[in-house]
């Protein structure tokens, strides 16, 4: 799937199972709660945090794609709302960073293999 044909079916989804998109503020917010409830698991996997419970350790990194796919559904009802084509974005953004970065990256002696 495209990432313009991602945002067609979460507009269908919307306009059919989800009734009508929440305010664009609303979705802000919970882009937000999204986001912290990746960077909790992202804490507990690979950094330093422990689980509460050891079980929940095992089930941790299917938790954790699930919590990725609610961000870029919420960015993309986002998207949808305000008439951005994220794959045009995506594209000048690339374009962007290319442009601007084509040479501090590999100058940068702290991105070195050790």
Not at 1 to 7: D, R, S, V
Not at 46 to 63: I, N, T
Not at 80 to 99: F, H, I, M, S, Y
Request: hydrophobic share 40%; glycine share 4%.
């Amino acid at each position: 799937m495209t990432i313009q044909e991602a945002q067609q079916t979460v507009d269908n989804w919307i306009r059919t199972v989800g009734v009508r998109y929440y305010s664009e503020l609303t979705n802000t917010a919970i882009l937000m709660e999204e986001v912290g409830e990746v960077a909790r698991l992202m804490a507990r996997l690979y950094g330093e945090q422990s689980f509460k419970q050891p079980e929940q350790a095992e089930r941790a990194k299917e938790d954790l794609s699930d919590e990725m796919a609610d961000v870029l559904w919420i960015l993309m009802c986002l998207a949808n709302q305000t008439g951005v084509d994220l794959t045009a974005a995506l594209e000048r953004n690339l374009v962007k960073k290319t442009q601007r970065d084509a040479e501090r990256h590999a100058a940068n002696p702290k991105l070195k293999a050790p």
